[in-house]
């Protein structure tokens, strides 16, 4: 039964960073095409692509966002990472990992987490 | 990488069938058939409906169907349920491994 489930801070302050652990189980991420994505909801908004990072380590970032994105993946622990520098009260929202596996279901989002609230304030 | 443009509500009687569009450019929609709906209830995760723009996934019902059009793609739902009422994003892919997402279309069932 594939997994995903992400961890991480309920709140965090303006100015700092905000680190999301995804962890997979279910599944190996050493298969080829295979990748994860975090996706970002804020409360009664659409869902916004945010980074990508493919089984051979390969990384992609929102255009928008990438300088203040790093996504990485520890294979030994089943988890991929995302950190965002400089939270804002506007980057309030519920964060999801999804994967994709090309062979499976192409370019699509097939398994989520069940999101994980993170609210910026002081 | 700009939203795809969706229509924020669509109604529709039990039994009825709705459409949903889906525009994007040539850059995303356009030029990939990798356009994929989601339908997401309140509180809940995203749940995959169609992906390479027609395929459904196992367990999905053939009421869901996907189809696309130059920029835009379409979800249509057929023999509409009141289980049905939800939220429907659709997104594509729009290469150098990005995605982009519509800005969501929420589906009454009257």
């Known amino acids: 039964q594939v997994t995903l489930k992400e961890s991480g801070p309920v709140v965090v302050k303006p100015t700092e960073t905000l680190t999301l652990t995804c962890t997979v189980s279910g599944f190996s991420f050493n298969n080829a095409k295979m990748g994860v994505s975090w996706i970002r909801q804020p409360p009664g908004r659409a869902l916004e692509w945010l980074a990508h990072?493919?089984?051979?380590?390969?990384?992609s970032y929102s255009t928008s966002l990438k300088s203040r994105l790093t996504i990485s993946k520890d294979t030994s622990k089943s988890h991929v990472v995302l950190t965002m520098s400089n939270m804002d009260p506007v980057d309030t929202a519920t964060y999801y990992c999804?994967?994709?596996?090309?062979?499976?279901?192409?370019?699509?989002?097939?398994?989520w987490g069940q999101g994980a609230l993170v609210t910026v304030s002081s | 990488q700009s939203a795809l443009t969706q229509p924020r509500s669509v109604s529709g009687s039990p039994g009825q069938s709705v459409t949903i569009s889906c525009t994007g450019t040539s850059s995303d929609v356009g030029n990939y058939n990798y356009v994929s709906w989601y339908q997401q209830h309140p509180g809940k995760a995203p749940k995959l409906l169609i992906y390479d723009v027609i395929k459904r996934p196992s367990g999905v019902p053939d009421r869901f169907s996907g189809s696309k059009s130059g920029n835009t793609a379409s979800l249509t739902v057929s023999g509409l349920q009141a289980e049905d009422e939800a939220d429907y994003y659709c997104t594509s892919y729009a290469g150098d491994n990005k995605w982009v997402f519509g800005g969501g279309t929420k589906l009454t069932v009257l």
């Open positions: 999804a994967r994709i596996w090309i062979p499976a279901t192409g370019y699509s989002f097939e398994y």
């Open positions: 990072i493919f089984s051979h380590d390969e990384k």
